[in-house]
């Protein structure tokens, strides 16, 4: 089977195999229930097996795939409960990790910070779910690394690609995508102001969407 990605040429061949199965995630190029081969996506990127399996096993310890004894990988189906949970500890890790930030400051990282939200805004405007979705983690994740947890960090990655697991295409059919890009910029005004009020606040309000994005995903989720 062939993704989209292309061939694996740059960094190494696990890390990007790990970021076009993350994507296909996303787009719901892997769907839900089905059965996947390390060889055969191996074959469609133009690699050796060792790389796909093991960003596939990465993907298992993250909880978004299960592997099935000489059968392959599955997509983890998520029930109801279980996105009620992921919302919940977002909440509790996310509001008060970027009041943190806000209140430590962002050192280095401000540039990067808002070529990302450009790059969110554009990604927004031109309904590039997929483009969207990655400026987005990248975002979050970079803001947090402010705060010098390590831990929190990849908890809240691991949780964050878990909301996204399931195809979210309708987010660029009614305007939310847009709406969802326009709360970065004055997240991150709110952080290198270090008003970490504001900034809890709108972190907030901004992870108050997820319950909606996923009432969207459709009856194949």
């Known amino acids: ?49 060792s790389p796909v399996r093991e960003a596939m096993l990465a993907l298992v310890d993250e909880g978004l795939l299960e592997a099935l004894p000489n059968r392959g990988f599955r997509v983890v189906s998520f029930t109801e409960q279980d996105f009620a949970e992921i919302f919940e500890l977002r909440m509790m890790l996310e509001v008060p990790g970027v009041g943190r930030a806000a209140e430590l400051g ?11 939200v450009d790059l969110i805004e554009k990604t ?21 690394e402010a705060t010098g947890n390590r831990r929190l960090v990849d908890s809240v990655a691991v949780l ?3 909301t996204r697991l399931h195809n979210l295409r309708s987010l660029t059919a009614d305007g939310d995508l847009a709406d969802s890009a326009a709360e970065h910029r004055p997240l991150l005004d709110a952080v290198l102001r270090g008003d970490r009020t504001l900034a809890e606040k709108l972190m907030r309000r901004h992870l108050s969407h997820i319950p909606g994005d996923w009432s969207k995903r459709g009856p194949d989720a």
């Open 106 to 116: 962002v050192g280095d990282r401000v540039e990067r910070l808002s070529q990302l």
């Open 124 to 144: 927004a405007e031109e309904r590039d779910l997929a483009g969207n979705l990655q400026a987005d983690r990248d975002f979050h994740i970079l803001l947090l």
């Open 1 to 49: 089977m062939a993704l989209a990605g292309g061939s694996l040429r740059r960094m190494s061949l696990r890390d990007q195999a790990l970021s076009v199965l993350r994507e296909a995630l996303v787009t719901g190029d892997l769907a839900p229930g089905e059965v996947y081969s390390a060889a055969s996506l191996a074959t469609g990127f133009g690699v050796s097996t």
């Open 160 to 162: 964050r690609d878990q």
